[in-house]
């Protein structure tokens, strides 16, 4: 079946880079695109970006555009996404997602949620 | 960039209907998708492409899609069904984006 299995929670200065991964098993790992999504606290889904995992290409939300960065192990079906100068706004559960198929198509599998707390 | 507006909470009893809208600009032309998401947990499919429902998805789950607003709807609702419910869409006006509703509070009295 169908699984994306993420990294432990993390707490972080502000300032600091974090690193979340996402293992994906039960399907051809270079056949779906992976998001990244983020909630912080009480709050909505916000979606941060696009990895490729065929091509390795990405694609970021604007708001995070020269903070994040995703990347991917094809080696070991993983995706990773590191987000830099962490400020407390970036508290959040942090989930990665695989898209079903075509590009509007919508998130059918997603990982459990990775939390990043960030304070001093 | 587009917008999404759902109601911050619908209230409804048990076995009885409950309708939750999310609305924007001409959404109609739009595919949207709707994600269910207890307490503590990750997001759920609960519809996509408007009213498909995928495998798992109890009948009683449906949407619509016309004008500028998306329903879901569950009918016969039960305690189980209390969550939040966030609607999506793909926005390719101008950046290329996924854009989600605010979500909506969905209480079984």
């Known amino acids: 079946q169908v699984q994306l299995v993420q990294s432990g929670a993390e707490v972080k200065k502000p300032g600091a880079s974090v690193k979340v991964s996402c293992k994906a098993s039960?399907?051809?790992?270079?056949?779906?695109?992976i998001y990244w999504v983020r909630q912080a606290p009480g709050q909505g889904l916000e979606w941060m970006g696009i990895m490729y995992p065929s091509g390795g290409s990405t694609r970021y939300a604007q708001n995070l555009q020269g903070r994040v960065t995703m990347t991917r192990d094809t080696s070991t079906s993983t995706v990773y996404m590191q987000l830099s100068s962490l400020r407390s706004d970036d508290t959040a559960v942090y989930y990665c997602?695989?898209?079903?198929?075509?590009?509007?198509?919508?998130?059918?599998?997603w990982g459990q949620g990775t939390l990043v707390t960030v304070s001093s | 960039s587009y917008v999404l507006t759902q109601p911050p909470s619908v209230s409804v009893a048990p076995g009885q209907t409950a309708r939750i809208t999310c609305g924007g600009d001409n959404i109609g032309s739009k595919n949207v998708h709707w994600y269910q998401q207890k307490p503590g947990q990750a997001p759920v499919l609960v519809i996509s492409?408007?009213?498909d429902r995928p495998s798992g998805i109890p009948e009683r789950f449906s949407g619509s899609n016309s004008g500028n607003t998306a329903t879901l709807t569950i009918s016969r609702v039960e305690a189980g069904d209390e969550a939040d419910y966030y609607c999506q869409v793909w926005d390719s006006s101008r950046d290329l984006n996924w854009v989600f509703g605010g979500g909506t509070k969905l209480t079984v009295l």
């Open positions: 997602a695989r898209q079903m198929g075509a590009e509007e198509s919508p998130f059918d599998y």
């Open positions: 039960g399907y051809t790992f270079t056949s779906h695109y």
């Open positions: 492409y408007d009213s």
